[in-house]
């Protein structure tokens, strides 16, 4: 199946919703990574809405990307909890380690608070990190 | 066989539960999955036979098993961080097992959905008025009030949807319930549907919080039949932090950018596709049950202080020793919550600040600890509760750093629809940098003859601060929603009582 084909099947998949962009969107964002502007056009067509009007919504949201990005993620939270808990010293030795191998990407609160610095990899979760840990996770990713 | 209860809530998942449950099923014991009791400092904590033992580590099987760890609290029940408590909404945390109909129905689950289907909309929504139970959210608005604005909307199709983006720092009360005890939110969810006559309703959840989300839709698929033909659904955020505005959040789940609505009209009257909407926080619904049971309303009118009643689930986070939930009625002070439960910071140093309620929140001075729990007392201190979120910081934390900080989240997190919020933050970002560096002098550009209108000259940091305190009220007065309009607050606490940071 093409990617276009794959796509419309998605957007089809959800037709009994009332708004279905943002359920759309996420299924793509999954599967391909990222929604980028020939994914944007087909769900604009099957949606009957303009581009702009696909574009708009895609680029708001810091879920969705335009490109995909084939590393590994951590999400590393820097809310206000968090830095009073110490993840902004963990931030240098992280980045160290990651290099340009992993991606570190600050998140604002993974409901954490009380255990922090908190990280996310996916859908597991990382609580009381310290350097140390930060770093091995990274090592790991 | 031995019986351990071990949570398996996102936070207990992140602070290593399933190794250490893993562990227990290896030595030949039975694992119960249970909520979390709240005591975050403690997890993993495993309970067996009503006795705590926490926090655990795999390692720590066999001396539990033999009687012999020295991670036994005793009795949890016992244990004062819970029995300081008053739990009504989290009154089934670390008791019962979220996705099961039967601990649901044994611990008084439905028997308030039962009682309602033989009552008329309006008798509903006057109970509701009379528990004066308050929105969770932020704003405290009156939820019976805002139910009854619904009601009487006219209209064939009407919707209840639920603010589940809880994406304040400081704040896991919505998590936890969606994640302990979902069966409680689905029905005050069908509650509120049937007392203003909604068919559809909808649960707006972070993408932050994938544990909860999978369990919602778990609970959604048991529970279909209970509820019918009232029918929820399960809509998942983007990472727009915005969205916890109702109107963003309304627009988000059309599927549109997450931007503000300008209000009128009220979403009451017109909100999801137009049509009249109750929404409200997770911790508002999930009081609902509790409050439609018989004496339920009063019970929760005879709780707290003053026009703040009842119960509010406080989250003590950030650098505190005992951090959790904590349930308690309105009234309480910082100090008690501070020190006398939470046990002082986690880092044995001196408090210097904390915030409550969110990013939004003002930052308070230890010389403001005995301020009462209470809407309108913070109100009058130029603060507020929000979501119920207090963040402990220790002597190490910059309040100058903090206050730019609040700006560059504003920055990042504008929608961009009011220029105050979008364009102010960024202004703020700039000053406050200019202010604890010192000033500066006119840049090349700002030199040049033909800038008429550039200042030339440095300003002295007395001006800055006057420049920074009209931003403030800018963007408080000007702004369309909360993000840009309580910016300000953590912005002008941090410079009020800590002006050395700001040098
Ligand atoms: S502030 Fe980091 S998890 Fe909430």
């Known amino acids: 199946m093409t990617r276009a084909a794959r796509i419309v099947e998605i957007c089809v998949s959800h037709r009994g919703r009332e708004g279905p962009l943002l359920p759309i969107l996420h299924d793509i964002q999954r599967e391909f990574g990222c929604v980028d502007a020939e994914a944007e056009r087909v769900i604009a067509h099957e949606l009957n809405l303009s581009r702009a009007e696909v574009h708009g919504v895609v680029s708001f949201y810091h879920d969705f990307s335009a490109e995909p990005d084939p590393r590994p993620c951590i999400e590393l939270c820097r809310a206000e909890a968090c830095q009073a808990r110490g993840a902004e010293e963990l931030i240098a030795s992280a980045e160290a380690a990651a290099g340009e191998r992993v991606r570190l990407k600050s998140v604002y609160c993974l409901g954490l608070c009380s255990v922090g610095p908190a990280a996310r990899i996916g859908d597991r979760l990382h609580a009381r990190l310290d350097a140390a840990a930060l770093v091995k996770l990274v090592q790991s990713a | ?503």
């Open chain 2, 1 to 503: 066989m031995t019986v351990v209860r071990i949570s398996d809530d996102a936070l207990a998942l992140a602070c290593g539960a399933d190794a250490v449950a893993a562990a227990f099923v290896a030595a030949g014991c039975m694992v119960e999955r249970v909520s979390s009791w709240g005591m975050h400092w403690l997890e993993p904590l495993a309970e067996i036979d009503g006795i705590g033992f926490g926090p655990l580590i795999s390692g720590d099987v066999g001396a539990v098993l033999a009687g012999t760890s020295d991670k036994r609290i005793g009795a949890i029940a016992d244990h004062p961080f819970i029995k300081r408590q008053q739990r009504l909404t989290f009154a089934r945390a670390g008791k019962t097992r979220p996705l099961s109909l039967d601990d649901y129905a044994a611990t008084g689950g439905w028997s308030a959905l039962k009682r309602v289907k033989s009552m008329a909309s309006s008798e509903i929504v006057a109970e509701v008025t009379h528990s004066g139970l308050r929105g969770r959210g932020g704003a405290g608005f009156p939820a019976g009030i805002k139910c009854r604005t619904v009601l009487e909307a006219p209209g064939p199709r009407k919707y209840v949807v639920c603010n589940a983006d809880e994406g304040d720092s400081g704040t896991f009360a919505d998590r936890m319930l969606m994640e302990g005890d979902p069966f409680q939110l689905l029905e005050g969810m069908a509650i509120a549907a049937q007392a203003v006559g909604a068919r559809q309703g909808y649960i707006y959840v972070r993408s932050e919080y994938p544990h909860a989300i999978s369990k919602l839709n778990a609970a959604i698929e048991l529970v279909r039949e209970h509820i019918a033909p009232f029918r929820i659904e399960v809509r998942v955020g983007a990472g727009a932090y915005v969205c916890g505005e109702e109107t963003a959040l309304l627009n988000s789940i059309e599927g549109k950018r997450g931007e503000v609505r300008a209000k009128p009209p009220l979403p009451a009257l017109e909100g999801l596709f137009g049509c009249p909407t109750v929404v409200h926080n997770v911790l508002t619904l999930a009081a609902i049950p509790h409050i439609m049971v018989p004496g339920g309303a009063s019970l929760y009118d005879s709780l707290g202080i003053d026009r703040s009643k009842g119960t509010m689930p406080i989250q003590l986070a950030g650098n505190i020793r005992h951090g959790g939930l904590f349930e308690t009625a309105f009234g309480i002070s910082l100090n008690e919550l501070i020190h006398d439960i939470g046990g002082g910071t986690a880092s044995g140093r001196p408090v210097k600040a904390v915030q409550v309620g969110g990013p939004l929140g003002a930052y308070i001075h230890p010389s403001q600890f005995d301020l009462p729990f209470d809407y309108e007392a913070y109100a009058g201190a130029d603060a507020l509760i929000g979501h119920g979120g207090v963040v402990v910081f220790d002597d190490q934390a910059n309040m100058g750093a903090l206050a730019r900080f609040a700006f560059q989240f504003c920055a990042a997190e504008s929608c961009g629809k009011c220029t105050p919020c979008r364009i102010g933050s960024t202004r703020g970002v700039e000053l406050i940098d200019r202010i604890r560096a010192g000033g500066r002098d006119a840049d090349p550009v700002e030199a040049l003859a033909q800038m008429h209108n550039a200042r030339k000259d440095r300003r002295s940091r007395a001006e800055d601060l006057q420049l920074l305190e009209d931003l403030c009220e800018t963007m408080q007065f000007g702004s369309l929603c909360a993000l840009g309009g309580f910016t300000p607050y953590p912005v002008r606490s941090a410079l009020k009582h800590w002006p050395e940071d700001f040098s």
